[in-house]
């Protein structure tokens, strides 16, 4: 999974999830990044760590599933959504929309998530982050699934492939963590 960025005019500098300053930068096409030695760690099974980076959602960046095939939807305290290595998780309310029908779902509410098993099968067409951290995903049949960041929650992440994570982080306007040996490049 890649990120592309087109533009991003802030740079955030944060321990943890606690945003300390903010200076605007030019657009580069480079990811603004900050490896804090006290932000949250991965540690994999080989034993390499895995520092959170917090970037800013640019105006276009485009999620790069590799397998766009929707393998299984799985619905528990959460809503997920599995394409081969890389798993959408939603865990805040989204809007489903089929055949021109827009359904407004809650995770928490397994009982309304009925109309969300209609996607499966189905392929992406395209999956991307909007500037303030809204998760879109279009698929072949026409239905889509809109994911709007969370005040107090982290509205949606997607894991994978590998060790590979960005988080939509709760309470900001576009901020999302972004977990991994290796980050995307820009572009």
């Not at 804090?36 to 980076?53: K, S, V």
């Not at 099968?121 to 698929?139: I, K, Y």
Request: charged share 20%; hydrophobic share 40%; proline share 9%.
């Amino acid at each position: 999974m890649r990120l592309k960025s087109v533009a991003r005019p802030l740079r955030r500098w944060t321990v943890g999830r606690c945003v300390l300053n903010t200076e605007p930068v030019p657009p580069s096409g480079e990811w603004d990044t900050v490896g804090m030695a006290d932000a949250p760690q991965i540690r994999d099974a080989d034993g390499a760590i895995g520092r959170e980076r917090t970037v800013l959602a640019g105006s276009d960046w485009q999620l790069d599933i590799e397998d766009p095939d929707l393998n299984f939807v799985r619905i528990d305290h959460q809503t997920r959504l599995q394409f081969g290595d890389v798993q959408v998780v939603i865990e805040s309310p989204f809007v489903l929309t089929i055949a021109g029908a827009d359904h407004l779902l809650d995770p928490g509410d397994r009982c309304g998530l009925g109309p969300l098993l209609g996607l499966y099968p189905d392929s992406l067409t395209a999956s991307r982050v909007g500037p303030d951290g809204t998760l879109l995903l279009n698929f072949a049949g026409g239905a889509s699934v809109t994911v709007p960041p969370d005040v107090n929650y982290e509205a949606w992440s997607v894991n994978g492939p590998g060790n590979a994570l960005v988080v939509c982080m709760p309470g900001t306007a576009g901020e999302l963590a972004v977990w991994g040996r290796t980050l995307p490049s820009g572009g």
